[in-house]
């Protein structure tokens, strides 16, 4: 979405990320001016999928586009307002989805209601509204809620390696020896 907005080209975001200049311009956005339908709604699992959200959002920038009469790769007049429609409507689908996943957990006691904590972690992460609706969610159903600082949100690398102190931490999954372990570049 960031790229279809053209945000590399808006004056505020010309440095940032696609995903944080879409959460900095939906801090000033309305997101009632624009309404996007949440993907998957019929199917009753815990499955995410953007790809329907994605569609639909590049059809509204192109009619935009054309009410306003700019070429694709302008910044359109309504760039806060799409980009806040369009970070509440994944907020909601996470959540809607992250919700049922933890109702399947508990009804098939897969967690503890004593200790069942939500985790939350990558790039989605670093977004303060997402993170903000999940820590909400978690305490709404008595979860705990761990989350690595926004800026530990970003690379996947740093992500594996905060799972590896947590593992080595705990004891689990360790390997203590390396013998007979052959490695090989891809």
Not at 32 to 56: A, E, I, K, V
Not at 103 to 108: D, E, G, H, Q, V
């Amino acid at each position: 979405v960031a790229r279809r907005l053209s945000l590399r080209k808006h004056p505020e975001c010309h440095s940032m990320a696609g995903g944080k200049a879409i959460e900095h311009l939906a801090q000033t956005g309305n997101r009632q001016q624009h309404t996007f339908r949440l993907p998957m709604q019929q199917y009753r699992n815990c499955d995410f999928s953007f790809s329907g959200l994605q569609n639909l959002v590049n059809k509204a920038i192109t009619q935009k586009e054309k009410e306003e009469g700019i070429q694709e790769g302008e910044i359109l007049s309504c760039v806060k307002d799409v980009a806040a429609a369009v970070q509440h409507a994944v907020a909601v689908h996470i959540i809607q989805r992250t919700y049922r996943a933890m109702l399947f957990c508990i009804k098939n006691s897969i967690l503890s209601s004593k200790s069942a904590t939500l985790v939350v972690s990558g790039g989605v992460a670093s977004n303060q509204y997402i993170r903000k609706g999940l820590q909400t969610l978690a305490d709404a159903n008595d979860f705990a809620f761990l989350c690595p600082p926004p800026r530990l949100c970003t690379d996947n690398g740093v992500m594996i390696a905060w799972n590896g102190i947590e593992r080595l931490r705990a004891g689990l999954g360790v390997l203590h020896s390396t013998d007979g372990i052959r490695y090989e570049p891809k």
